[in-house]
């Protein structure tokens, strides 16, 4: 997926938001998820993708607390790289809900938990 910024040529919040989203991905997934992304938006299926296919196959997987945190910060993610500028958090929301201390469920198994990757 092209970056915002090239094809509009207007710098916004949203598009800092974007990247943000992006760079959040990439470090997670240890490489840019464009090719994800564009693969998710022409193929028009089910978007909603394990924790655990989305982090790097190169590293040995999170204990459960880490899975927890790391599917906190991937859903922010996600929303930042909402198509819909408008739809996109602020900065500062994003911020927040990073910030926000989350209470980590045991029983629930984070990298089998789906995130929803939103698309055209």
Do not use: W
């Not at 915002?4 to 998820?33: I, Q, R, W």
């Not at 500028?85 to 469920?105: G, H, I, V, W």
Request: a negative charge; charged letters at 20%.
């Amino acid at each position: 997926m092209i970056a915002e910024l090239a094809y509009t040529e207007n710098v916004t919040e949203k598009c800092d938001v974007y990247s943000f989203g992006v760079l959040v991905m990439e470090l997670f997934m240890g490489s840019h998820p464009g090719e994800l992304l564009s693969s998710l938006s022409e193929a028009n299926k089910n978007n909603t993708l394990s924790l655990q296919h989305l982090l790097d196959s190169r590293l040995e997987l999170p204990d459960a607390e880490t899975a927890g945190e790391i599917y906190h910060m991937l859903s922010v993610a996600v929303q930042c790289l909402e198509p819909s500028p408008s739809r996109r958090p602020t900065t500062r929301r994003a911020s927040d809900e990073l910030s926000a201390s989350k209470a980590f469920e045991d029983h629930v198994h984070y990298l089998h938990a789906g995130l929803t990757i939103p698309t055209h």
